[in-house]
């Protein structure tokens, strides 16, 4: 069983940064991949980036490829999304989910956290 709970969402303008980090408890968090989700106002929970186990491995969705970088500290316990040259589109709430296997469909995912709001405005 994991835990995740995010945090490090807020309202910034426009070109902006934020940085999102989310802590998992439990055991054996270097057994999990790890990744982030976005959920606007009246859409399904898209795919944002993912990290492989042991960080070897990182995929991005298209639309934040340069911007965004997912990286995670396995001692820690910890998994961080890096968000520079935010737009007003990247307006959503961020989950962290972990999974067996990494992936870029939320079913491939069987923990996610409660969610952490992030608000760009122009």
């Known amino acids: 069983q994991v835990q995740l709970v995010e945090s490090g969402g807020g309202l910034v303008q426009a070109g902006g940064s934020l940085r999102l980090s989310c802590v998992a408890s439990?055991?054996?968090?270097?057994?999990?991949?790890m990744a982030w989700f976005r959920q606007a106002p009246g859409k399904g929970r898209d795919f944002v980036a993912a990290?492989?186990?042991?960080?070897?491995?990182?995929n991005y969705v298209d639309s934040v490829k340069g911007r965004f970088t997912i990286s995670r500290d396995n001692p820690k316990n910890m998994v961080y999304l890096q968000m520079n040259s935010l737009k007003t589109e990247d307006t959503a709430v961020y989950y962290c989910?972990?999974?067996?296997?990494?992936?870029?469909?939320?079913?491939?995912?069987?923990?996610w956290g409660q969610g952490t709001q992030v608000t760009v405005s122009s």
């Open positions: 439990g055991r054996s968090f270097s057994n999990y991949a």
């Open positions: 989910a972990a999974a067996v296997v990494i992936g870029g469909l939320p079913n491939t995912y069987n923990y």
């Open positions: 990290i492989s186990k042991s960080a070897l491995q990182t």
